[in-house]
């Protein structure tokens, strides 16, 4: 089975990112049921051609896939759990942000009650949906994945992992935790550049080619930690101690706060009062198990 833009979509939650989701649907002229816990957030949709359901059990009623968006994973059983015996025989996919376990708690949940489960990491901000650079990592039910990819491929480039439901959000959560430390980085960076009057946005510009150019590093940071041999480093751990120290005065020199660089300057010390300094960087990964 495909779908046609004939197919009917349910989209539960119209926060931020529902509200993309929705408006990309209605776009591509999909009939598009929209639901909210608080209402009044329609609208616009509604006059783009989308129908509001007052209640979830109405929102579900059309038949196509059903797609959560809610906040968090006791969000989708608060909105779902009252609804469980109506959804027997449907298609959930989920693209709430919910930890691996609840994920895969949820694709358990799903599965006692007759319904097919998709789970969804979204890899974008809601101005990106339908635009490309957007891409959304799915796991579970590869039945559900298949016959609404054409739907899903409306939102955002798709792709599958398997059956395991808790796998996408895995992926989701590695990549939001590289891209945090990048932020947190960031931040401390414009800290120590006001302090010689250089502005945020002007730190930002210069900033985002430099993170660019590191990060072309990356694969051959991995293909090192799978081989589980530091012992030919580009650059070694006492080497970067040396320069995580010198951040550190820098930054109490300037008077700003350390918390950024903390967690790594006390996992190269520990390294190196192990022994470890000659070998390479990328050896602090197995300080993480
Ligand atoms: P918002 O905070 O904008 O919206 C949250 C939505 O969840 C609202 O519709 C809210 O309803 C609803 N909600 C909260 N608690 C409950 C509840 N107990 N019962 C029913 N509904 C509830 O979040 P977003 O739309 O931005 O994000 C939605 C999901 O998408 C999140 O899991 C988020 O992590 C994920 N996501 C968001 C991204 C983003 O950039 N925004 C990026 C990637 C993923 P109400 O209006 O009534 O409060």
């Known amino acids: 089975m495909t779908e046609t833009s004939t197919t ?23 009939p598009t049921t929209v639901w909210n816990r608080s209402p009044g957030k329609a609208a616009d949709l509604i006059a783009a051609g989308a129908t509001s359901a007052p209640t979830v059990e109405q929102a579900i009623g059309p038949g196509g896939p059903i797609i959560a968006v809610l906040l968090d994973h006791a969000s989708v059983h608060a909105t779902l759990d009252p609804v469980a ?12 942000s919910t930890a691996p376990a609840e994920s895969r708690e949820l694709a ?11 789970d969804g990491g979204i890899m974008a901000v809601p101005s990106m949906i339908g635009a490309p650079g957007a891409a959304i990592l799915y796991s579970g039910s590869r039945q559900v994945f298949e016959t609404r990819r054409g739907i899903l491929e409306l939102l955002a480039a798709a792709e599958y992992f398997g059956d395991d439901a808790g796998f996408a959000s895995t992926y989701d959560f590695a990549l939001l ?24 946005a002007e730190f930002g510009q210069r900033a985002a080619a430099w993170v660019t150019a590191m990060t072309q590093s990356l694969p051959h940071q991995g293909r090192v930690i799978d081989t589980g041999d530091y012992t030919d480093p580009v650059q070694s751990i006492a080497f970067h101690k040396s320069a995580i120290d010198a ?16 967690p790594l300057r006390t996992l190269l010390d520990r390294q190196v009062a192990d022994g470890h300094g000659a070998l390479g960087f990328e050896r602090t990964f197995e300080e993480l198990h």
């Open 8 to 30: 009917p979509v349910t989209i539960l939650g119209l926060g931020a990112m529902g509200r993309a989701l929705a408006s990309t649907f209605r776009a591509a002229g999909l």
């Open 85 to 96: 015996d109506q959804m027997t025989g449907r298609q959930l996919i989920n693209l709430t």
């Open 108 to 118: 358990a949940w799903a599965a006692a009650h007759g319904i097919d489960y998709l």
């Open 177 to 200: 935790a590289t891209m945090y430390a990048m932020f947190g980085g960031f931040l401390h960076g414009a800290a120590l550049m006001r302090s010689v009057g250089v502005s945020a």
């Open 247 to 262: 951040i550190n005065r820098a930054s109490h020199d300037a008077g700003i706060a350390s918390d950024f660089v903390a």
